[in-house]
């Protein structure tokens, strides 16, 4: 086996078939089916089944898929650990996010990261899941995180600032008028929420209960932008990270009482070299909110740890 048949693999599991894979290589299709044939042949497994909507990988392709990604990108910090000199840095830096966390920091950031390592490629993801986050983290796989909870220790993980939520009205809501939200005036609502295993539809789980609040759900959506669109049209309210409100949705936008937070902690990988580190710092600069100690989200829910 080898790291080439590892990201032609892993190529196949993105695009969905063997050709699509082969362009987003850059090799000939023949070529990649053979190596693809080759690995799963020394490896006595079928890697992926062929569907209706293309090529997806089996039970124990995803088992694979998940060792070889890990693979592959320890193989490219090498490389590039390697490559890298004294006043330039080349390969590829991975960071996750939680989804809708660091929403209006980390274009900036990475903007000014990349003018001070041109040549560094950045590949950036959010992640609606924090378990998925905490596992791809002790994979290896992510140079950098921003989740709101780590079961890591100080010396990996960094506490920036807090993320505080804000709920999004419809243009004719009964309390577009006032300046903050009380919780409990959402009785009843209807809710755009988002995927049950996503840390977002978490938070909003223990906001309802919390606050006994008696609620029906219209829809549920992946993304921040697609549920703060749709409450906006009516659909139902909906809760995120204020920094995930889009450009232009700010006016439907209100902070709620009581005040609902979470932590910002940026995970980095062991052993973090230069890219993670100036990302990191560039992360310290940036305006994070600070709320008074009243309104955290209380440390029996997030799991959050004391970070440096």
Do not use: K
Request: some cysteine; glycine content about 6%.
């Amino acid at each position: 086996m080898s790291l080439r048949q590892f990201e032609y693999a892993l190529a196949v599991a993105e695009a969905g078939s063997v050709t699509a894979a082969a362009e987003l290589m850059h090799v000939a299709q023949p070529s990649m089916s053979q190596q693809i044939r080759n690995l799963e042949r020394e490896l006595g497994v079928t890697l992926f089944a062929r569907t209706p909507t293309g090529l997806v990988p089996t039970v124990v392709g995803r088992a694979f898929l998940r060792e070889a990604e890990v693979a592959v990108s320890a193989s490219r910090r090498a490389r590039a650990t390697a490559r890298a000199g004294a006043d330039e840095l080349v390969g590829e830096l991975v960071v996750a996010a939680q989804m809708g966390f660091g929403t209006r920091q980390l274009p900036g950031v990475l903007s000014m990261l990349r003018r001070r390592f041109p040549r560094l490629e950045v590949t950036v993801f959010e992640e609606p899941s924090s378990a998925e986050l905490e596992r791809l983290c002790r994979q290896g796989v992510l140079d950098l995180a921003l989740m709101a909870a780590c079961e890591r220790g100080p010396a990996d993980a960094h506490h920036l600032g807090y993320e505080e939520f804000v709920v999004v009205l419809g243009a004719g809501h009964r309390l577009r008028t006032v300046d903050r939200v009380e919780l409990r005036e959402l009785a009843g609502e209807s809710w755009v929420r988002f995927d049950r295993d996503s840390a977002l539809d978490g938070v909003l789980t223990g906001v309802l209960r919390d606050n006994e609040l008696t609620s029906t759900t219209a829809a549920r959506v992946s993304q921040t932008a697609t549920a703060v669109r749709w409450a906006a049209h009516g659909l139902g309210v909906t809760l995120v990270p204020a920094s995930a409100v889009p450009h232009g949705a700010e006016h439907l936008a209100r902070p709620v009482v009581p005040v609902v937070s979470q932590p910002v902690v940026a995970v980095v990988r062991q052993d973090a070299g230069p890219a993670e580190t100036a990302l990191l710092e560039l992360l310290r600069e940036q305006s994070w909110h600070t709320p008074a100690q009243s309104w955290v989200t209380p440390p029996s829910t997030t799991n959050s740890v004391p970070a440096a």
